[in-house]
């Protein structure tokens, strides 16, 4: 089975950086929102190894056996704003991109579905292993 790992680079109160990695070659940026004791819809997942699939006609994948947590998704999207819930696209699920640019009191991650288009490229519509590792 196939194992896509998203390493954490970087957190502050307001935000979460990381990157996708698969067969040790970075295939998009991660945003999420920062840690919030695992608290559904403000706070990222644990750490931890969760079955992951494509969810066809969706643009998304499904990420399962999260603890405490569920519709938890790597899906398109480009800002979390954990101070705004209305103008949060992530939910507390994991948005990937291809950069990110600063804004204060947010984070913003760009171009979301190319990198949605390359996760799904490199990981099929089978069945992963989603690795969340930390790099803090």
């Not at 999207?77 to 291809?98: A, L, M, R, T, Y």
């Amino acid at each position: 089975m196939k194992t896509l790992t998203m390493l954490r680079c970087a957190r502050d109160n307001t935000k979460t950086h990381g990157v996708f990695v698969y067969e040790n070659e970075v295939i998009a940026l991660s945003l999420e929102l920062p840690w919030i004791l695992n608290r559904a819809n403000i706070s990222c997942i644990p750490c931890g190894d969760f079955a992951a699939k494509w969810m066809p006609g969706r643009d998304r994948f499904e990420v399962n056996g999260v603890p405490q947590r569920t519709l938890i998704r790597i899906h398109p999207g480009n800002v979390v704003n954990p101070s705004d819930p209305f103008k949060d696209d992530s939910d507390g699920c994991i948005i990937p991109g291809e950069f990110f640019e600063y804004e204060k009191g947010k984070g913003v991650i760009k171009n979301s579905r190319d990198a949605i288009a390359r996760l799904h490229a490199a990981m099929g519509n089978d069945e992963f292993i989603l690795a969340v590792r930390e790099a803090l």
